[in-house]
């Protein structure tokens, strides 16, 4: 028995519309495909810049002469530097030799949440910057750790940092003036600083921990530096 023509005709405009549907996500899913491929390399470009903006807020120039952002060491979890997650240190070198370490660092007890810090520490073990990359701190009054927020552009709160490290301030002095310890804080907002200043100075503890491991260069890269 023939099928009646409705069916018939039901049925091809289904099997048609179902043929339209595949060519299209083809084509859809290709044109993606040849978009992506064609604005990769400037996306990558643009977050390069941006990184290594945000790292030369931290790392003098003339420090290093290596390819930073592929000179790298992972970093497990670390209760020290407040980190969960595993994390990525850049290893600077001057002349094939080791010269600082650039790595994020996270202080969890800051007054509104987690305050995310990047941090660069020469081979000798000063701290040559720090910066924070990410908080939630209360607007116009815990901001200030933040040198686009801080109103002394002269001196920003965090620049207290640059060149202090273990041997020069003893463990006692890592604090707010509040506190008898050495850096300066503003009234009314010490939860912020304390807890900044508390993960700098386990980043530095840290890095003395680990200073072998962090500083180490590969063999390859010792043979070539001899």
Do not use: C
Not at 3 to 21: D, E, F, H, W
């Amino acid at each position: 028995m023939t099928p009646p023509a409705k069916t018939l005709s039901a049925a091809s405009m289904a099997v048609r519309t179902a043929i339209v549907l595949f060519v299209f996500v083809v084509a859809f899913t290709g044109l993606l495909a040849a978009v992506h491929m064609a604005t990769e390399p400037a996306i990558e470009a643009a977050a390069t810049a941006e990184k290594m903006k945000l790292i030369g807020e931290v790392l003098p120039r003339d420090v290093y002469d290596n390819d930073l952002l592929n000179d790298q060491r992972q970093l497990a979890p670390s209760a020290e530097l407040g980190l969960d997650e595993p994390s990525v240190a850049y290893l600077a070198r001057q002349g094939g030799n080791a010269s600082a370490l650039v790595f994020e660092a996270v202080a969890p007890d800051g007054y509104s949440g987690p305050i995310r810090l990047l941090i660069a520490v020469a081979a000798d073990g000063r701290l040559l910057g720090v910066r924070v990359t990410r908080h939630r701190e209360t607007p116009g009054l815990g901001d200030y750790i933040d040198p686009r927020k801080d109103k002394n552009k002269q001196r920003p709160w965090i620049s207290q940092f640059d060149g202090l490290s273990l041997a020069g301030v003893p463990d006692h002095e890592w604090g707010v003036r509040k506190d008898r310890g050495r850096f300066d804080s503003l009234a009314g907002a010490t939860v912020t600083p304390r807890a900044v200043i508390k993960a700098v100075h386990k980043a530095l503890q840290y890095v003395a921990e680990n200073r072998r491991q962090l500083f180490e260069l590969p063999a390859a890269s010792q043979g070539e530096s001899s």
